[in-house]
């Protein structure tokens, strides 16, 4: 009986025996034991043969899990290095091959018709910009044509471009970008400037100022303050120029300034009077020009004028400003 409760306690004891986690008396206890009892032995050494079996097995799967580890960064670095390549071909063909349309304030063009082919030809203003392509969009009876640049490379390293579009009956306008290049006829740069820069009140001197911009005034007679009159109609609008004017130049310096301010008056809806002072020999000089005067001036309705571009480029033909 005791025989029997000693192996019974060997037994559960063996499973620390073996993880070497008895003290060393036990371990004697242990030992004398299996030295005479062979059931107990046979137990221990099956429970070794088991240890060596369950090591091996647990050393195969952790050298599974370190092959599929290593197969599964090996895959991801393999797509990260893919994707790398298509984002860097994406780049390259957005930036340099597909390109980003291009402002036509920052090209100079011409535009003529031939046998019913409008033709848009010009250059890119900046020396490190290329023409890539052009595209046609035509919506209800308007075509609007975009031209696009890139970078100069390889693989495209002219800053010229020429484009045509074949009209039909139904082509009402041509557009470049924003700018109309075509209504019954070919519309100068300038015109087609001028023209989208039409607004209702002379109040708002930013838009005043980017008429006055389109027209290039500063740039001919140049610099200028400004001063409103919009308490009470008729409504004004003064340009106070900085530097004197030369008596030998006066009777141009007003002639010139009296073409502007036509246009002025046709592009602002509710300015009715365009003045302008100056100093000549000493003396401050002020000039004024009414909607009525213009009209008579220019030989047609310079309000009406801004209704068309079609009327404005008669209008800014008829007063030598193209």
Same mark, same amino acid.
């Given at each position: 009986?005791?025989?029997?409760?000693?192996?019974?306690? @060997?037994?559960?004891?063996?499973?620390?025996?073996?993880?070497?986690?008895?003290?060393?008396?036990?371990?004697?206890?242990?030992?004398?034991?299996?030295?005479?009892?062979?059931?107990?032995?046979? @137990?221990?050494?099956?429970?070794?043969?088991?240890?060596?079996?369950?090591?091996?097995?647990?050393?195969?799967?952790?050298?599974?899990?370190?092959?599929?580890?290593?197969?599964?960064?090996?895959?991801?670095?393999? &797509?990260?290095?893919?994707?790398?390549?298509?984002? @860097?071909?994406?780049?390259?063909?957005?930036?340099?091959?597909?390109?980003?349309?291009?402002?036509?304030?920052?090209?100079?063009?011409?535009?003529?018709?031939?046998?019913?082919?409008? /033709?848009?030809?010009?250059?890119?203003?900046?020396?490190?910009?290329?023409?890539?392509?052009?595209?046609?969009?035509?919506?209800?009876?308007? !075509? /609007?044509?975009?031209?696009?640049?890139?970078?100069?490379?390889?693989?495209?390293?002219?800053?010229?471009?020429?484009? %045509?579009?074949?009209?039909?009956?139904?082509?009402?306008?041509?557009?470049?970008?924003?700018?109309?290049?075509?209504?019954?006829?070919?519309?100068?740069?300038? !015109?087609?400037?001028?023209?989208?820069?039409?607004?209702?009140?002379? &109040?708002?001197?930013?838009?005043?100022?980017?008429?006055? &911009?389109?027209? &290039? @005034?500063?740039?001919?007679?140049?610099?200028?303050?400004? %001063?409103?009159?919009?308490?009470?109609?008729?409504?004004?609008?003064?340009?106070?120029?900085?530097?004197?004017?030369?008596?030998?130049?006066?009777?141009?310096?007003?002639?010139?300034?009296?073409?502007?301010?036509?246009?002025?008056?046709?592009?602002?809806?509710?300015?009715?009077? !365009?003045?302008?002072?100056?100093?000549?020999?000493?003396?401050?000089?002020?000039?004024?020009?009414?909607?009525?005067?213009? %009209?008579?001036?220019?030989?047609?309705?310079?309000?009406?004028?801004?209704?068309?571009?079609?009327?404005?480029?008669?209008?800014?033909?008829?007063?030598?400003?193209?």
């Amino acid at each position: 009986m005791s025989e029997r409760l000693k192996c019974e306690i @060997i037994k559960d004891l063996l499973p620390s025996y073996i993880e070497k986690l008895t003290s060393d008396v036990t371990n004697e206890a242990v030992e004398s034991h299996i030295s005479e009892c062979k059931d107990c032995k046979q @137990i221990l050494d099956d429970m070794k043969k088991d240890e060596v079996i369950s090591i091996e097995e647990d050393q195969k799967e952790i050298n599974y899990l370190k092959k599929v580890k290593h197969h599964t960064w090996f895959i991801a670095g393999i &797509g990260v290095l893919i994707t790398a390549v298509i984002v @860097i071909c994406l780049f390259i063909w957005r930036v340099f091959e597909h390109g980003f349309v291009v402002s036509p304030s920052s090209t100079v063009y011409n535009v003529m018709i031939d046998d019913n082919v409008l /033709t848009l030809s010009g250059e890119i203003l900046d020396p490190s910009m290329a023409y890539t392509r052009a595209t046609f969009q035509k919506q209800d009876d308007v !075509v /609007t044509i975009s031209v696009y640049e890139a970078p100069t490379s390889i693989l495209n390293n002219s800053n010229k471009f020429t484009v %045509s579009y074949e009209l039909d009956e139904n082509t009402d306008a041509v557009y470049y970008d924003d700018l109309i290049v075509y209504k019954g006829g070919p519309i100068s740069k300038k !015109v087609a400037e001028v023209y989208n820069t039409r607004h209702k009140y002379v &109040g708002e001197m930013p838009a005043n100022s980017k008429v006055a &911009g389109a027209l &290039g @005034i500063y740039a001919d007679l140049g610099d200028y303050l400004n %001063s409103l009159q919009t308490k009470e109609e008729p409504y004004g609008w003064t340009l106070e120029f900085k530097n004197p004017v030369e008596a030998y130049n006066e009777q141009n310096f007003n002639k010139k300034m009296k073409t502007y301010a036509c246009v002025l008056l046709a592009m602002i809806d509710n300015l009715n009077n !365009v003045s302008w002072t100056y100093e000549c020999n000493g003396t401050l000089v002020k000039q004024t020009l009414s909607t009525k005067e213009a %009209s008579e001036y220019a030989g047609q309705n310079v309000k009406e004028a801004s209704e068309d571009v079609v009327q404005l480029q008669s209008l800014m033909e008829s007063l030598n400003l193209l």
